[in-house]
């Protein structure tokens, strides 16, 4: 399966510059927050492939203007292709806006998969907005990640955690991947695009694919 990731700047190749047949070789997008509705339902009505999306700590007005034909995977573990994938959006809490959440909050919402996710036989990847905290997040506040993500990643070993939120632009020591145990760590900032298998993914938690993942041209 080829994999389009995106989050927090729209990417002129595929919306100001498209081409028709540019999304055709992708089975599966995945949105990792604060992009804009208008973007995700172009994508997607363009594309042959599914779109699912979790909320960036900027997508409030998703609630009055959503991403028509995409599907949001909040506090969801769905099936797509054979691969298993929960969504866990939103930031650390930092001025009281919408999608914003505490360490205790990010827990529980983790705790309240644990059915879903015994029921699924574990998870391939998980798509959030922040980062897991000192693994490719921010230094201020705002860009923190979530320590309540390592006890997730620790028990059920995803293949992949895709995130956004944290601007490649900001500065020259930001590195689009991390290693964490069994898991890569993506930042899906404006366009990313990763190779799987899902079959090799289930029985190598990833290792295959975490060798060829690679940028696209610009």
């Known amino acids: 399966m080829k994999l389009l990731l995106l ?16 999304l ?8 990792a927050g604060d ?24 997508d409030g007005n998703y609630e009055k203007d959503p991403p028509e034909g995409c599907r949001c995977i909040e506090d969801q573990v769905v099936k797509v292709g054979g691969l298993r994938i929960l969504g866990l959006g939103g930031s650390v809490r930092y001025n009281g806006g919408s999608h914003q959440y505490t360490e ?11 059915w879903a996710l015994h029921r699924m036989q574990g998870v391939d990847i998980v798509l959030t907005h922040a980062p897991p905290r000192g ?7 705002a860009h923190r990640g979530f320590g309540a993500f390592y006890p997730l990643l620790d028990k059920w070993k995803p293949a992949y955690l895709i995130h956004g939120h944290v601007h490649l632009n900001y500065g020259d020591s930001a590195e689009r991947i991390h290693r964490y145990g069994n898991t890569l760590l993506v930042n899906a900032y404006k366009r990313y695009v990763l190779e799987v298998e899902p079959e090799t993914v289930h029985k190598n ?7 060829t993942a690679k940028a696209p041209g610009s």
């Open 35 to 58: 992009l804009k509705a208008e973007y995700l339902r172009f994508l997607v009505t363009m594309s042959h492939a599914p779109l699912l999306y979790v909320h960036g700590n900027h």
């Open 135 to 141: 693994c490719g997040d921010g230094e201020d506040y």
């Open 104 to 114: 205790g909050e990010m827990r529980s919402r983790i705790w309240r998969r644990g």
């Open 7 to 22: 989050s927090d700047v729209e990417d002129s190749y595929l919306w100001d510059y498209f081409q028709p047949g540019r």
């Open 205 to 211: 938690g990833g290792k295959k694919e975490r060798e």
């Open 24 to 31: 055709d070789e992708y089975d599966l997008i995945l949105s």
